[in-house]
């Protein structure tokens, strides 16, 4: 059979199987081809590829002029022309990193190292100062690198923290326990726009005098404490998915209560929850665009600052219809991530 | 010691509710016991106190020359010198079967790997499911994944085993295997502890049947003298109910 026979074949069964089938199909598939036309031909035959903001306004069309000159404004916010190529391996590292994690054979402690240290590597790498790398002020970071680097920090640090926080609510212990629900609903209960401005500017009057903390650490700190409060009750939702039977399974072999959580509960129940995990870590990821309150520029806001340049105005439209398949790309292959995961490690084998 | 267990003038409340009165039993090693009862009666209960499932609120209880208190690391002692097996299998669903096995004395015995494996392998023969050893619990019948949980309650080599209604929750046509298992245990020595609805097993493999009812043990007799007559009343009803 050849590939126009199986695809017919295809058609017949999933789109044209019953008259009302067919007709559905038809109607919805023409909207999709109209919508997509009408994009194809804004973006493509219709637009503008060279000449200046004058000619693109003349023009109806999408206007790839405006995207070539902001372009690095967008993805690297303000960090220096000349240093350019730092934020962009960076970048290119985390999606090598991001595509390498989809390999089921690499999961494992080593590749959650390997995140860690290309965060840290970031870290030194955007600041310079050392190796004849020119120092650059983390102030001046921003676009695509900083927002990648406020999530991988953000989950990296969220994720662990939410774990304790969780098995904290559960505990015996009367104080850890208040003080989890404490810290978990206090935390729940103010809008993270509100937490980052507290960690913005609250925070460095209770620092003793001379001691600085860049703006950047500030932003992390509060994105691990905000998400981590999340993080605490998805991981919750899974602890309490996991019967009884099993802790007392555990215990009547002799296993410590540290040792029942670690081999026993926990390893079911993070796998229980591995899809609204990742729903946490998108959000996470599209959150890190709130860091703009407190002048921080990350993609969405160096994407403001281009729109400002008064000789470019009005072309928001392109803008963020490219910031927003940036985003997509990097959600959609979390929730792809998320899928492979929830299906390779789905605590009941059969 | 002559007793492996016992128990001094037991009570345990649930809240205001007085699950267990009084109870006084000794058990001597390798003695089998089988507890008997309509449901409700604290036999559950009494097992779970042994390896502190439960805690009990009045009296004393002795295992194995060790008191049963606060002491955490006096009950995880306990814990790992005492098998249970559960109505419920509950075997840990993310690992293999030779995991389920091999995890406790491991992790509690600091054992090291090959020689857990080994003793886990043995013990797979013997409950007669070797070949399924690399499968996971969810992979198996309900029969076999209670002789697993029987495999993973020896692999510590306890001295003593507790099963709480182990055939409960089996199909019928699944019963006799785990049965076997258990005959065979108590033929090697072992000191069981039953609480099961199989009269058949109590009659066969029993030194000692302790009957309860409302939280009391009414009474103790051995096998022959309570199937052919019980003394007391409660026990004459429990047992016309279900023959």
Redesign the interface.
């Known amino acids: 059979m050849n590939f126009g026979e199986r695809s017919g074949l295809w058609m017949k069964k999933n789109l044209f199987s019953s008259p009302k089938e067919s007709i559905v199909s038809i109607i919805l598939g023409s909207i999709i081809f109209a919508a997509i036309s009408k994009l194809l031909n804004w973006m493509l035959l219709s637009a503008t590829w060279t000449g200046s903001a004058e000619v693109c306004r003349a023009n109806s069309g999408f206007c790839w002029p405006f995207l070539w000159e902001k372009m690095s404004l967008i993805l690297f916010g303000l960090y220096p022309r000349e240093y350019l190529w730092r934020p962009i391996l960076t970048v290119i590292a985390f999606v090598v990193l991001m595509f390498m994690s989809f390999d089921k054979k690499r999961w494992g402690l080593n590749l959650l190292i390997n995140w860690l240290v290309l965060g840290f590597w970031t870290l030194f790498f955007l600041r310079g100062g050392m190796f004849g790398l020119h120092y650059i002020e983390s102030d001046s970071w921003g676009g695509l690198p900083l927002t990648l680097l406020l999530f991988t920090f953000g989950l990296l640090g969220a994720y662990p923290l939410g774990i304790f926080l969780a098995l904290g609510r559960r505990s015996d212990l009367i104080i850890i326990k208040w003080i989890c629900i404490g810290f978990i609903e206090l935390i729940r209960g103010v809008p993270l726009i509100s937490v980052l401005f507290m960690a913005s500017v609250l925070f460095p009057l209770f620092l003793p005098e001379g001691v600085v903390f860049e703006k950047y650490w500030r932003a992390q700190i509060a994105f691990i404490l905000f998400m981590g409060a999340y993080m605490a009750e998805v991981v919750r939702g899974g602890l309490q998915a996991i019967s009884k039977g099993q802790t007392e399974a555990a215990k009547a072999l002799g296993l410590s209560s540290p040792q029942t959580q670690i081999f026993i509960i926990l390893p079911q129940a993070l796998r229980i929850v591995i899809p609204p995990t990742v729903s946490t870590a998108i959000g996470l990821f599209k959150d890190t665009s709130l860091v703009l309150i407190i002048a921080l520029f990350d993609l969405l806001g160096s994407t403001k600052s281009a729109l400002k340049d008064s000789s470019w105005l009005g072309f928001s439209v392109e803008a963020y219809v490219f910031v927003g398949l940036i985003y997509y790309f990097f959600c959609s292959s979390l929730s792809r991530l998320s899928r492979k995961m929830e299906r390779e490690l789905s605590v009941v084998k059969r | 010691m002559d007793s492996i267990i016992s128990m001094n003038n037991v009570n345990k409340y649930y809240g205001d509710f007085h699950v267990l009165k009084d109870i006084n039993l000794t058990v001597k090693p390798k003695e089998k016991i089988v507890l008997l009862g309509p449901s409700g009666s604290g036999k559950s209960t009494l097992v779970r106190l042994i390896?502190r499932?439960e805690e009990h609120q009045h009296g004393q209880i002795i295992v194995d020359g060790i008191t049963l208190n606060e002491n955490?690391k006096n009950i995880?002692?306990i814990?790992?010198e005492?098998?249970?097996v559960?109505q419920?299998f509950?075997?840990?669903?993310?690992l293999s079967i030779l995991e389920n096995l091999t995890?406790?004395p491991i992790?509690?015995r600091k054992e090291n790997k090959a020689s857990a494996e080994k003793r886990a392998m043995e013990l797979l023969e013997r409950v007669k499911i070797a070949d399924q050893a690399l499968?996971?619990p969810?992979?198996l019948s309900g029969g076999q994944q209670q002789r697993v949980?029987i495999a993973?309650?020896l692999c510590?080599q306890p001295k003593i085993m507790l099963f709480d209604e182990p055939t409960s929750a089996l199909d019928p046509e699944m019963v006799k295997e785990v049965l076997d298992v258990m005959v065979d245990l108590a033929k090697e020595g072992m000191t069981m502890m039953c609480v099961t609805h199989e009269m058949g097993f109590a009659k066969e493999v029993a030194d000692r049947v302790i009957f309860m009812d409302a939280g009391q043990i009414v009474e103790e007799d051995n096998p022959h003298q309570f199937f052919s007559g019980p003394k007391s009343e409660r026990g004459q009803q429990f047992l016309s109910q279900i023959l």
């Not at chain 2, 509950?90 to 993310?94: A, D, I, M, V």
């Open positions: 390896n499932l955490v995880e002692k814990r790992s005492v098998g249970m559960f419920s509950n075997l840990f669903p993310h995890l406790a992790k509690v499968k996971y969810g992979q949980a993973r309650a510590m």
